[in-house]
């Protein structure tokens, strides 16, 4: 059981946009930046939103993220089949005083 | 430009050892902090150790206290994970990640991972 929560799956058709959701408490995502990242099939993780809601360079404008409260969501829009991958967020934990992360959210593109 | 390689990896007996090793390159390795992230088979990403620049800071999940040590040789640019008493639900390929900021998930480089399987 992870201390994030996310769906388990999301899926949409080229060009439609989805969102994935994540959900915490106010000792994690209440107190700290929310990161996501994406993982294609058999490589390693890739950055995809610092801070909450800031794009690394080279990350299409397509991803957006954002926080409320104890919440965050991840919005792809004119969704590509490229995007379909392994979706995870992360964030600190002071209660725990380590790093949580999602269950991860398995994107699929129709 | 910027990599992370990790060694050590492979197949050990329960309760044995194995130390994990992540060289570093392309960077100023004295500036950041690093971390180390597994993920077991099938399974979702799950943190491990976070290592202040000079090793003044360091974390550990609840799932590894006590068995894991986290380290680093800024002289060699290098980062380290000793595990110790290993199960097999350690078994994962383990990621070394860098961090911009201390005390946060904000990992922006991730290694190739090492392959650590725990059975008899």
């Known amino acids: 059981q992870s201390v994030l929560t996310q769906p388990p799956s999301a899926s949409g058709t080229p060009g439609q946009r989805v969102t994935i959701s994540c959900s915490g408490s106010s000792s994690n995502i209440g107190s700290n930046t929310v990161n996501w990242y994406q993982q294609l099939p058999g490589t390693a993780p890739k950055l995809l939103i610092y801070n909450n809601d800031q794009r690394p360079s080279g990350v299409p404008e397509r991803f957006s993220g954002s926080k409320s409260g104890t919440s965050a969501s991840l919005a792809i829009s004119g969704l590509q089949s490229e995007d379909e991958a392994d979706y995870y967020c992360?964030?600190?934990?002071?209660?725990?005083?380590?790093?949580?992360f999602g269950g991860g959210t398995k994107l699929t593109v129709l | 430009e910027v990599h992370l390689v990790e060694s050590g990896g492979g197949l050990v007996k329960p309760g044995g050892s194995l130390r994990l090793s992540c060289a570093a390159s392309?960077?100023?390795?004295?500036?950041?902090?690093m971390n180390w992230v597994r993920q077991a088979p099938g399974k979702g990403l799950e943190w491990v150790s976070s290592i202040s620049s000079t090793s003044s800071y360091i974390f550990y999940a609840d799932s590894v206290k006590g068995r894991f040590t986290i380290s680093r040789d800024n002289a060699k640019n290098s980062l380290f994970l000793q595990v110790n008493s290993l199960r097999a639900e350690d078994t994962a390929v383990y990621y070394c990640?860098?961090?911009?900021?201390?005390?946060?998930?904000?990992?922006?480089?991730w290694g190739q991972g090492a392959l650590v399987t725990v059975s008899s």
């Open positions: 992360a964030t600190w934990d002071d209660s725990l005083n380590g790093g949580v």
């Open positions: 392309g960077f100023t390795f004295s500036s950041y902090s």
């Open positions: 990640a860098r961090a911009p900021v201390m005390s946060a998930t904000f990992f922006d480089y």
